[in-house]
C-alpha cells in the first residue's frame, strides 16, 4: 500500500495541488504524522491486549451433583461426559491444545461449566441436575412419585447433540412442562483481536452478537421461534436450541460466570398420554463444514462465522486458501500461492497505476515549475496542472485505485485468518502457527525491508533544488518513516497476513522492475 503514497503518485501530486500555496514546516509534517503512529500504537495496544474476566470470586450457587453417575458418549469427533441433565467436558477429538500439546481442545470443561436439559413442572415433579437416573443400554429414565416416566435418549453426529425426551403422564391429573436448556460458562479465555467473541443468539432469523463487557453491564432477552443461544469464542462454538416454535432467549452474567437460556412454552400431558421434547446441543469448530453439517439440527448455525465486514471477500479467500493447502499440505505455500494469484489479477491495474506513477516522475520538474510560478494565483495553478497532467494522458488520481483495492483485501484476509480454525497452528518454516505473531519478528522485519526497497525504486531523484515546503517534497520525506513504522505495527499482526503482505510486496518490486524495463 505504501507505494501508492510515494511522492511520484497520484495521491501526492493530488495533495500538492490542493495545498500548493499552504506553508508548512517539515517539522509539522513530522509531528503530525508521529501523533497519527502514537494514536494508532495506542488503539493497537488496547484492542489487541487480552481481556479477561476475575474468576477469584464467585457468587453463583451451584447444586452438588457429586452424587450423580458420570457417563460418557462418543463419537468419531468428540468425548462428552453426561451427569444426569448435564452435559460438559466436551473433546474434540482433531483438534489438540496446541502445536506443543496433544490434549483434545475441551469445551465447557470443568466442574463450572455445563450445558443443562430440563422441564419446568407444573402439578408434578420433573428430575433436576441432582436427580440420579438409571441407565440401560444408553436409554436414561426416572420415575417420580406421581408416577410420571421421564426417558432420555442422547444421540450424537459430528459435533452436534441431540437430547430426547418422552414424558408419560401416569399421575391421576393432568401436567404440564415447559423445556429449557442453557450453558453456563465462566470467561476464562482471551479475547482475540478482531474477532467476536462473546454470547450469540439467532432470534427471528437474525444473528445478534454481544461480547462479554456488554454482558457485564446487563442482560438481555428475546422471544422468538426456532431459535438458538450460547457462546462463541475465536474458533468454537457452544449452542443450543430447542425444537419448539415459541420460545424465550436470555443472556445474564451472574457473579464470574455467565449463563445463555432458553425456554420454551409449556407443554400440556393429559393423564396417560404421553409427550415428546427434543434438544440440539451444538460443541464444535467454527468450521464451515461443520456447521453446514450441524444446519440440519439448527437452523441458522451455518452463518454464525463473523466474517467481517468484508465477509463476501474472506469466505472465497479462505476458500482458496483451504484449497490450495489440499493441494501443497502447507498454509504458508498456500498463502504465497493466493498473494501470487491475486497480484496476477490486478496485474492490467497495477501496471496502469506504475505506468502512471512513471509519467509522474517525467512531469515533476514542469509541475514544480507551475507551483512556483502560479503560487498566488490557485485557479490558474489548478488550471495549469491540468493541462500538463492532460498533456501527459494521467490523473492525479490514477494511481490510487489499486491502494482502494488493497484496503478491503487486506481486511479480509486479516479476518479470515483470524476465524479460520484451519489456519490455528499451522506451520511455515520457523513459524508454528500463521494465526498468531511471529515469534521472532523476522517475516515484519522482511515485510519492512521489502517496503522501503518498494518504495525506493519508485522514488523520484532528488534534485538539489527541491523546495522544501512543496507538498510533494514533505509528503516523500514522511514516506521515509513509514516502512519503519509498518514493521511496528506489524509485528503484532497473524504471520500469515504478514507473509501475504511481504510475499505481495517482493512480486510488486518485480513487476515494477519489468516495467520500467519495458519502457
Known sequence: MIQYMDRNSGFAQWNANKNATAKKSAFGGFLWWFLIFIGVWWLLGVWMTPKTTDVTKDVVQTMDVSMVPVTTISNDDIDASVRGIRISNIALKDYTVSATDDTPVALLSGDDAYAEFGMIANGTTAPNATTVWKNKDGVYSWRNSDGVEFTRTITTDGYVITIADSIKNNAKHDISVAPYA????????NNSAGVSTGAIAYENQDIERIDWRKMDKRSYAYTTTDGFIGFSDQYWETVVALNSPDQTMTLKKTGTHYSADVVA??????????????????????????????????IG????????????????????????????????????????????????????????????????????????????????LQMEMMKVYQSHKTSPMS???????????????????????????????????????????ILPILMGATMWLQQYLQSASKTSGTDKNDIAAQTQRMMRWMPILFTIMFAWMPAGLVLYWTVSNIFGIIQMYIIKHNK
Open 265 to 298: 412454552s409449556p407443554i400440556s400431558v393429559a393423564h396417560g398420554a404421553t409427550a415428546n421434547i427434543s434438544y440440539n446441543l451444538y460443541a464444535g469448530p467454527l468450521s464451515p463444514d461443520a456447521l453446514a453439517a450441524a444446519n440440519k439440527y439448527i
Open 182 to 189: 442453557h450453558i453456563v460458562r465462566t470467561n476464562d479465555v
Open 301 to 380: 448455525i451455518d452463518d454464525t462465522i463473523d466474517y467481517g465486514w468484508f465477509g463476501f471477500l474472506a469466505r472465497p479467500m479462505l476458500w482458496v486458501i483451504n484449497t490450495l493447502n489440499a493441494l501443497v499440505m502447507n498454509y504458508g505455500i498456500a498463502i504465497i500461492l493466493m498473494t501470487l494469484i491475486l497480484r496476477m489479477l490486478m496485474w492490467p491495474l497495477t501496471r496502469k497505476s506504475y505506468t502512471s506513477m512513471i509519467a509522474m516522475q517525467k512531469m515533476q520538474p514542469e509541475l514544480q515549475r507551475i507551483q512556483k510560478l502560479y503560487a498566488n494565483d490557485k485557479m490558474r
Open 399 to 441: 494511481g490510487c485505485l489499486p491502494m482502494l483495492i488493497q484496503i478491503p483485501i487486506f481486511f479480509a484476509l486479516y479476518k479470515a485468518l483470524l476465524v479460520s480454525v484451519q489456519m490455528r497452528s499451522a506451520h511455515f518454516l520457523w513459524i508454528n502457527d500463521l494465526a498468531v505473531m511471529d515469534p521472532y519478528f
